[in-house]
């Protein structure tokens, strides 16, 4: 996922700089609450989740056996949770067409039950299945980085992460986000991977919401507080 998703190495003991900025985030007194609110956890009455707090489980999730290699229309209506909308002629294709197909055959090769920090770096590197999705679906008119992205992380939510304009804001962008992501839970005896199990059971998040998403969410709700212009 060259120029939005790529390599990064980690050096030495010292955090990477992506390490670094997500401890920050992770670090900060408003997580857990963060946490509870986007998820509707203890709210008063009255008070409601944030939509996307639906995007993984909606429909039973979309990397169940029995759809976790095709894209269904429950899973466009999940990246609508979160605030975009895949074009309707692309939606056709993907249901009806060959872009449905193709795409197919390639969820076919990428693993479901398996945790980024778990996974060899070849499995998220560019030219791989994933990569090769991504590339596939941001190709197509209108959809772009994100939405692509966004698909597949429905698709495969423990293994490739929500990636968006106000995260990219919030931590940056390196030359692959998704490997950049991968060391970054392998440094320090998998420090950070430890930390985000460590706020869901402490926020009381399901166990479902996979510890990729928890950091999606620490950092989107934190960089959203603070009212950022987030460039397109």
Known sequence: MTGSTAASGVSGGRPSLLGQR???WLG?????GDLRRYFGIGLP???VAFTGSRFEHLAGGGERLEVADRITAEDLVAVQTLSVTVPASVALAILEGPLGVRLSGLLHAI???IDMVDADADIVADGSPADQAWQ???GQPDVGWVIAGMLLARKRPRLLPVYDRVVRCAIGRPPSFWLALHAVLREDDRAVHRQ???LRRIARVPETVSALRVCDVV???GHRAEGHACPR
């Open 196 to 198: 985000l199990l460590a």
């Open 28 to 32: 900060a007194e408003r997580v857990v």
């Open 219 to 221: 950092v989107w709700m």
């Open 22 to 24: 997500l401890h920050v």
């Open 136 to 138: 596939l679906l941001r």
């Open 45 to 47: 009455p009255g008070g």
């Open 111 to 113: 693993p479901v039950d």
